[in-house]
């Protein structure tokens, strides 16, 4: 009797442990579920706002690369504008790259009746800058009823000028930076240093000249003689494009391709500049066509991802191997 009953006990509570597991298993399950489906949620979220991003980023992209394109088939009569912003160089505004297409497509556009190029340039590669001017006289004698306007920003020096000097008229302000007609080559001596540390150079070339101008190697004076020869020649080409372009308005002194530079108002009486205006009055007063389209070429994002992480470096890299020694009208 007593066995049966304790076997009678047990099975109850043999039941509610059983239940109890059942129960609590259940409510994991649940609350698992409630978990994923969260989750679930968020991530479906998270890619959707990320979907959302890549549009409107393709969509910046898309109007960063057709801005400023020059599409004036619907606007009419207009005065083409250009900007050169930044340093002349192999990259960014002031790049033949950049500015011959652009100027092309504005010379070529029937509604366009003039082209002005906005200038803000301290100067940059005497290269890029002569490539410039090549094309710029190329489209003066293809178009010659489209003549082609320079307005001065801030700076328009060295590089920025060698360019401008080749426009039909110059327009500044009267206290923009204009002029300074020279160039130079820069770089450092670690000789005297590296000997204080007691550092060898131990430089091997094939052909005696291969070492020109190491920064870690004495300088010779046969190295310096043929840097100096190389930048008067590029100096005499700079000053042949400002005397071809400002002919007799220039009005030279001993100073004039020195390499100094001079505020605007100055520049006009010397002739290195014609007169005062900005890109409105220009468009206004000189071109009568008051519409203004912007042919400048725009860089949209990937570019300049791209340029950021990869071209960027190159250079640096090709900068570095040649250690700055560079000429540069500046």
């Given at each position: 009797?007593?066995?049966?009953?304790?076997?009678?006990?047990?099975?109850?509570?043999?039941?509610?442990?059983?239940?109890?597991?059942?129960?609590?298993?259940?409510?994991?399950?649940?609350?698992?579920?409630?978990?994923?489906?969260?989750?679930?949620?968020?991530?479906?979220?998270?890619?959707?706002?990320?979907?959302?991003?890549?549009?409107?980023?393709?969509?910046?992209?898309?109007?960063?690369?057709?801005?400023?394109?020059?599409?004036?088939?619907?606007?009419?009569?207009?005065?083409?504008?250009?900007?050169?912003?930044?340093?002349?160089?192999?990259?960014?505004?002031?790049?033949?790259?950049?500015?011959?297409?652009?100027?092309?497509?504005?010379?070529?556009?029937?509604?366009?009746?003039?082209?002005?190029?906005?200038?803000?340039?301290p100067g940059g590669s005497p290269v890029q800058a002569g490539i410039i001017v090549d094309e710029m006289l190329r489209?003066?004698?293809?178009?010659?009823?489209?003549?082609?306007?320079?307005?001065?920003?801030?700076?328009?020096?060295?590089?920025?000028?060698?360019?401008?000097?080749?426009?039909?008229?110059?327009?500044?302000?009267?206290?923009?930076?204009?002029?300074?007609?020279?160039?130079?080559?820069?770089?450092?001596?670690?000789?005297?240093?590296?000997?204080?540390?007691?550092?060898?150079?131990?430089?091997?070339?094939?052909?005696?000249?291969?070492?020109?101008?190491?920064?870690?190697?004495?300088?010779?004076?046969?190295?310096?003689?043929?840097?100096?020869?190389?930048?008067?020649?590029?100096?005499?080409?700079?000053?042949?494009?400002v005397r071809a372009g400002r002919g007799k308005r220039l009005k030279e002194t001993p100073e004039t391709f020195s390499?100094?530079?001079?505020?605007?108002?100055?520049?006009?009486?010397?002739?290195?500049?014609?007169?005062?205006?900005?890109?409105?009055?220009?468009?206004?007063?000189?071109?009568?066509?008051?519409?203004?389209?912007?042919?400048?070429?725009?860089?949209?994002?990937?570019?300049?991802?791209?340029?950021?992480?990869?071209?960027?470096?190159?250079?640096?890299?090709?900068?570095?191997?040649?250690?700055?020694?560079?000429?540069?009208?500046?």
């Amino acid at each position: 009797m007593s066995d049966n009953t304790s076997t009678d006990q047990a099975k109850p509570a043999a039941t509610l442990s059983g239940g109890a597991w059942e129960r609590d298993t259940l409510e994991k399950l649940v609350f698992a579920t409630v978990k994923e489906q969260r989750a679930a949620r968020r991530w479906s979220v998270f890619f959707r706002f990320a979907f959302l991003g890549l549009a409107l980023l393709g969509l910046w992209a898309l109007y960063d690369f057709n801005f400023g394109s020059g599409d004036a088939d619907t606007l009419g009569r207009h005065t083409a504008l250009i900007e050169i912003d930044g340093s002349i160089e192999s990259e960014g505004s002031g790049s033949a790259d950049a500015v011959i297409p652009a100027m092309n497509k504005a010379m070529s556009d029937t509604g366009s009746v003039a082209l002005v190029l906005r200038i803000n340039s301290p100067g940059g590669s005497p290269v890029q800058a002569g490539i410039i001017v090549d094309e710029m006289l190329r489209l003066k004698r293809l178009y010659p009823r489209k003549p082609v306007y320079v307005v001065v920003d801030e700076i328009c020096a060295s590089g920025g000028y060698y360019i401008a000097a080749a426009a039909d008229k110059i327009f500044v302000n009267k206290a923009s930076i204009v002029g300074s007609v020279g160039v130079l080559m820069d770089g450092f001596g670690f000789t005297g240093t590296m000997e204080k540390l007691g550092i060898e150079r131990r430089l091997l070339t094939a052909g005696e000249n291969k070492g020109f101008l190491d920064p870690f190697s004495p300088q010779s004076e046969k190295h310096k003689a043929h840097a100096q020869e190389m930048l008067n020649e590029i100096h005499q080409q700079f000053i042949s494009v400002v005397r071809a372009g400002r002919g007799k308005r220039l009005k030279e002194t001993p100073e004039t391709f020195s390499g100094l530079f001079w505020i605007g108002a100055k520049a006009v009486e010397m002739g290195l500049a014609d007169g005062y205006g900005t890109v409105d009055t220009v468009a206004r007063d000189v071109v009568k066509a008051e519409d203004i389209v912007d042919y400048t070429a725009h860089e949209g994002l990937p570019e300049r991802v791209l340029k950021k992480f990869g071209a960027a470096v190159g250079s640096g890299a090709v900068k570095a191997i040649y250690h700055g020694a560079m000429p540069t009208v500046r």
